[in-house]
T-cell receptor
Framework: DTGVSQDPRHKITKRGQNVTFRCDPI?????LYWYRQTLGQGPEFLTY????????KSRLLSDRFSAERPKGSFSTLEIQRTEQGDSAMYLC?????????????FGPGTRLTVL | DAKTTQPNSMESNEEEPVHLPCNHS???????IHWYRQLPSQGPEYVIH???SNVNNRMASLAIAEDRKSSTLILHRATLRDAAVYYC????????????FGTGTRLTIIP
């Protein structure tokens, strides 16, 4: 297994368009997380899945954002009616359950630019 | 979430030890101390974690103060590849799954 993968790596879109990002976690990792990172800041938590169940959502996740993990494997993050403020790096991470600590494995991220 | 305080930036010479400090005066008894780092154009990667005792692994050492209100990440012999932003993060072991990143310390390695 080569780690967490994300697709696409870069996305440029016009304001008002919808975009969808995909994350493939490490095999057999039950937990999957989405974070957003803007320039000069640390990543900010968006949402978290345990298998297919979305267990926590940040207030940062407005109603234009939706995340799914339908079969408990890969996940998608969709942003509808994109705004310039959505420009950021979107990071996905996964971790196994049943460990005594929460080491998260991050993907390379998808950089979104909204024009 | 308990907060951490780190210097914005540090510099170190290549092949010398680096001590990265973190203050967490409001830490609770159940909080683990995690360190992650983010290399340029990459996602963060786990470095080390600890609860009360000092910890060593192949990447680094973590020295935790006796009162747990501060900790220090030690890179024993810095290389150019260690240039990154280093994040000190507290995480409760009571199922608080998200990691709360601050702005971290940007470490520059001088050849």
């Amino acid at each position: 297994d080569t780690g967490v993968s994300q697709d696409p790596r870069h996305k440029i879109t016009k304001r008002g368009q919808n975009v969808t990002f995909r994350c493939d976690p490490i095999s057999e990792h039950n937990r999957l997380y989405w974070y957003r990172q803007t320039l000069g800041q640390g990543p900010e938590f968006l949402t978290y899945f345990q298998n297919e169940a979305q267990l926590e959502k940040s207030r940062l996740l407005s109603d234009r954002f939706s995340a799914e993990r339908p079969k408990g494997s890969f996940s998608t993050l969709e942003i509808q009616r994109t705004e310039q403020g959505d420009s950021a790096m979107y990071l996905c991470a996964s971790s196994p359950s049943g460990t005594s600590y929460n080491e998260q494995f991050f993907g390379p991220g998808t950089r979104l630019t909204v024009l | 979430d308990a907060k951490t305080t780190q210097p914005n930036s540090m510099e170190s010479n290549e092949e010398e030890p680096v001590h990265l400090p973190c203050n967490h005066s409001t830490i609770s008894g159940t909080d683990y101390i995690h360190w992650y780092r983010q290399l340029p154009s990459q996602g963060p990667e786990y470095v080390i974690h600890g609860l009360t005792s000092n910890v060593n692994n192949r990447m680094a050492s973590l020295a935790i103060a006796e009162d747990r209100k501060s900790s220090t990440l030690i890179l024993h012999r810095a290389t150019l590849r260690d240039a990154a932003v280093y994040y000190c993060i507290l995480e409760s072991n009571f199922g608080n799954e998200k990691l709360t990143f601050g702005t971290g310390t940007r470490l520059t390695i001088i050849p």
